[in-house]
């Protein structure tokens, strides 16, 4: 079976996004082609959340406390 393509690279994934909720909402774009970018946009939404997911992990496993032990902590706002 062959892989999946590679995903692409989140700012790439949201400007498409972009692209496609600009195009959905002007209205001119065909019922056939509105479905085919919806299911796009659907799929690049979750790319991108997973990504957002993946790099909050990240941030949280790398925040350090005094005593310069890594821990897992939320954001600070």
Known sequence: MAKKEAKHTFEHSLGRLEKIVTALEQGDVPLEDSLKLYEEGIQLSKECMETLNT???????????????????????
């Open 55 to 77: 790099a909050e992990v990240k941030i949280k496993k790398l925040t350090k406390d005094l005593n310069g032990k890594i821990s897992l902590s939320d954001f600070e706002e």
